[in-house]
């Protein structure tokens, strides 16, 4: 098989799934056109789709010289969360409020922009609304629609903790429970804040926890999920955790004291039964349904304790930042702005001209197909990353056909020129594309929200720039090189007082 056509095979499968997540339905595409559907496989940023607002006052008796600094950490935290749950383009700022005589208004509060999301409580379940993580025991669990009463036979158990300052009460699971009959059921945990171990009772809270990372379980049991959360202690933490899933594992699986509840925010996220004494400083998490159930777990463990508790003082869905009238005025723009660009590439170049039009709607069709494959969000910045990957693709043709001109003028066939010009500039296409993606690695790793979304857009637009200057434009261009006319590119050169052609 000659070397062109493996050639068209890759670029024909490349383009064939790049369009599959942009024609298979996500959700949420239901009516409207065919170009809607496709569109409403892109998620979109909250200046142009809307999203979750939510606003947080700091609950601490610290000095108001230390509310910045505060702030500030929280501000990191959840960062953090959001970034580690895919929403990068979500912006948390610090908000200081000017406070007038009569006003109500927390001088230093957080603001949590999230597009994309239209429910609040899912938004909330990321964010956490106190940030405090601990290990808890489990001493009943039960399922209903209002608290429990907690059972007589464990008064007397729950009077003991009492007197040592851990105090058993009712928690709900982490989710809201399914609505059946008119009746919601929602599981109850009757849980102690402090774990029993022998006769005393050990505390081990999220600040012992370095890491939490999803993961697929090689060897699910029967009946169980094939998902897992891994889960990471310092040295100290290491230890108690030892000692307290030594103490759960004497109790045998199914007893309800087996189980080791963990909790945020007063929300149970999960509380797994143990099989065995944990050490070594890391564990796992097993039997969870669903990759998505799995990340949430690990977000919500892993991403570290807030410095103070929060309380809520806004929430609503914001619609977009933007006009309807703004955003179609500004796609006009770009789409001119392609034209334009088409254009001039076939009045400059001819069929090689129309060779990168094509190009250019290749790469589109393929940046397309990966924002929607990765679940990446588009916002405003992101679309300047998209024009600039534009710029990219166009700058690569040319650099090529100014190549090609020059082999042409050396006498050779265009077939002849075609190879000769890719083998001498394929390493300056190469270096040129790496070093911006390499600036675009550096804006992912140090940036944080729409620095992110503009890094992820652009590495993707440029990595998908050089495949389609080097694997398909050169394909269409051997593929025509028959119909390529050399003089058209071949210009006269005078030497002394003759002419040569």
């Given amino acids: 098989m000659r070397a062109n056509q493996k050639r068209l095979i890759i670029s024909v499968i490349v383009l064939i799934l790049a369009l599959l997540p942009l024609l298979i339905p996500h959700g949420g595409a239901e009516g409207g056109t065919f170009l809607s559907k496709i569109a409403a496989n892109i998620r979109l940023g909250l200046d142009i789709k809307g999203g979750a607002l939510l606003e947080y006052q700091m609950v601490t008796q610290a000095p108001k010289e230390e509310l910045n600094s505060l702030a500030d950490r929280v501000v990191e935290v959840l960062r953090r969360r959001l970034d580690a749950a895919g929403f990068t383009e979500a912006t948390v700022e610090k908000v200081t409020a000017k406070i007038e005589y009569g006003q109500d208004i927390p001088p230093v509060r957080v ?10 409580e899912k ?11 601990y290990f808890a025991d489990v001493l009943d669990i039960e399922t209903g629609e209002a608290t429990p009463q907690i059972p007589s036979d464990l008064l007397f158990e729950v009077s003991k903790r009492k007197l040592q300052g851990a105090e058993p009460y009712w928690l709900r699971d982490i989710h809201f429970g399914k609505l059946e009959n008119g009746v919601r059921n929602q599981t109850w945990f009757l849980i102690s804040p402090k774990v029993l171990v022998g006769t005393q009772f050990m505390e081990l809270n999220g600040s012992s926890v370095t890491d939490a990372q999803p993961g697929v379980n090689p060897k699910p049991r029967p009946g169980q999920g094939k998902f897992m959360v891994t889960l990471k202690f310092n040295s100290e933490g290491a230890n108690a955790f030892y000692k307290i899933t030594a103490e759960k594992a004497s109790y045998t699986s199914g007893d309800v004291k087996n189980r080791l509840a963990i909790v945020l925010d007063d929300r149970v996220i999960i509380a797994p039964g143990v099989d065995e004494p944990i050490s070594g400083g890391s564990a796992v998490i097993t039997g969870l349904q669903t990759i998505d159930e799995a990340k949430e ?11 103070v508790e929060l309380a809520s003082f806004n929430k609503q869905i914001l619609s977009p930042t933007l006009g309807r009238d703004i955003i179609m005025a500004a796609l006009w723009a770009g789409i001119a702005g392609l034209i334009i660009v ?9 069929i090689m001209g129309l060779v990168a039009d094509i190009a250019l ?20 910045p992101g679309i300047a990353g998209i024009i600039l990957t534009i710029g990219t693709t166009v700058d690569g043709n040319v650099l090529i056909y100014e190549r090609i001109k020059e082999e042409l003028r050396l006498g ?7 190879d000769s010009a890719f083998r001498k500039v394929f390493w300056t296409i190469f270096d040129a594309n790496l070093t911006t993606i390499i600036a675009g690695l550096v804006l992912l790793y140090f940036g944080t929200g729409t620095v992110k979304g503009f890094a992820i857009t652009l590495i993707l637009g440029v990595i998908g720039a050089m495949f389609t200057n080097l694997v398909v434009s050169r394909t269409m261009l051997t593929g025509m090189s028959g119909s390529i006319k050399p003089a058209r590119y071949v210009k006269e050169t005078r030497t002394g007082g003759g002419e040569a052609r």
């Fill in 412 to 418: 050779k066939t265009p077939e002849n020129a075609i």
């Fill in 342 to 350: 088409m254009i001039y590439m076939v009045i400059f170049y001819g």
């Fill in 123 to 133: 938004a909330e379940r990321l964010i956490g609304s106190t940030g405090k993580l």
């Fill in 361 to 380: 709607v290749y790469n589109s069709l393929l940046l397309f197909g990966l924002l929607s494959a990765t679940g990446s969000i588009l916002t405003l």
């Fill in 297 to 307: 777990v690990a977000i919500l463990v892993g991403s570290g304790n807030l410095p």
């Fill in 111 to 120: 603001r949590v922009e999230i597009p994309g999301i239209t429910d609040i």
